[in-house]
């Protein structure tokens, strides 16, 4: 894999509007957002021994996971709104689940407090701040990233000469993307892919023997949910 910068605008953070419920619903949480800084806090014990030769020695004895969100207040949108009504409460109350998912599809599920709230305030000739301090409740749930389910296309001629299909059945609302690239690529699970182009079946695809026609089944977040690779052959062109 080709190294490249990781983006911010590629995380994807939702939270649980519906904590007492037997189901979670996660709402996405990015309208209006700005900022969303998650952390693990080591708490360290930094004490120099004898044996160090004057040097100290941290070993880390615990932590705590945070995610720190910051933005502008959207008003009607259901994130912000849920987390807006949680100012009031107390204990329990005031407690949620996050689910905060990186660009490789690294995902991190925490039980966390709502603290800090902030949905008012700043300058006559700004928009209304909105912040909110998620503090995490125990040890989250880390799922480290693997390698996106096969999708199972059919691949076959296009109707017009130089172009190509493929068919494939995506889950409920989830929706089908390609693309060509010369080499194999690789995908994970509800990781983020940038190029992608949307896919209705059985459209023509202008393609050449030789290339690989990547094809994803994406999620309502336009996360990666299935994946398939396949190096083109001329059968496969029109």
Same mark, same amino acid.
């Given at each position: 894999?080709?190294?490249?910068?990781?983006?911010?605008?590629?995380?994807?953070?939702?939270?649980?509007?519906?904590?007492?419920?037997?189901?979670?619903?996660?709402?996405?949480?990015?309208?209006?957002?700005?900022?969303?800084?998650?952390?693990?806090?080591?708490?360290?014990?930094?004490?120099?021994?004898?044996?160090?030769?004057?040097?100290?020695?941290?070993?880390?004895?615990?932590?705590?996971?945070?995610?720190?969100?910051?933005?502008?207040?959207?008003?009607?949108?259901?994130?912000?709104?849920?987390?807006?009504? +949680?100012?009031?409460?107390?204990?329990?109350? =005031? !407690? *949620?689940?996050?689910? %905060?998912?990186?660009?490789? &599809? /690294?995902?991190?599920?925490?039980?966390?407090?709502?603290?800090?709230?902030?949905?008012?305030?700043?300058?006559?000739?700004?928009?209304?701040?909105?912040?909110?301090?998620?503090?995490?409740?125990?040890?989250?749930?880390?799922?480290?990233?693997?390698?996106?389910?096969?999708?199972?296309?059919?691949?076959?001629?296009?109707?017009?000469?130089?172009?190509?299909?493929?068919?494939?059945?995506?889950?409920?609302?989830?929706? +089908?993307?390609?693309?060509?690239?010369?080499? =194999? !690529? *690789?995908?994970?699970? %509800?990781?983020?892919?940038? &190029? /992608?182009?949307?896919?209705?079946?059985?459209?023509?695809?202008?393609?050449?023997?030789?290339?690989?026609?990547?094809?994803?089944?994406?999620?309502?977040?336009?996360?990666?949910?299935?994946?398939?690779?396949?190096?083109?052959?001329?059968?496969?062109?029109?």
């Amino acid at each position: 894999m080709a190294e490249e910068f990781s983006l911010n605008n590629r995380v994807l953070l939702k939270v649980d509007t519906t904590p007492a419920a037997s189901a979670r619903t996660y709402v996405k949480l990015a309208k209006g957002i700005t900022s969303a800084v998650d952390s693990h806090n080591d708490s360290t014990d930094d004490t120099a021994y004898l044996d160090g030769g004057g040097y100290g020695n941290s070993d880390v004895i615990g932590k705590q996971y945070t995610c720190a969100v910051s933005g502008h207040r959207v008003i009607g949108n259901p994130a912000q709104d849920y987390i807006v009504g +949680l100012q009031s409460e107390f204990g329990d109350d =005031a !407690k *949620t689940w996050i689910q %905060y998912t990186k660009p490789n &599809g /690294l995902r991190i599920t925490a039980y966390v407090s709502a603290t800090e709230i902030v949905d008012a305030g700043g300058d006559a000739n700004t928009k209304t701040e909105f912040s909110v301090n998620f503090k995490g409740c125990g040890a989250p749930t880390i799922t480290q990233p693997t390698s996106a389910p096969a999708l199972t296309p059919t691949i076959a001629k296009g109707s017009v000469v130089g172009t190509t299909k493929f068919t494939a059945t995506p889950a409920g609302t989830n929706t +089908l993307a390609y693309k060509l690239s010369s080499a =194999a !690529k *690789t995908a994970n699970l %509800y990781a983020h892919s940038v &190029g /992608l182009i949307a896919y209705t079946p059985d459209a023509n695809i202008p393609a050449a023997a030789g290339q690989y026609l990547n094809m994803y089944e994406l999620d309502a977040n336009g996360r990666i949910a299935k994946f398939a690779s396949h190096e083109l052959i001329a059968a496969d062109i029109a």
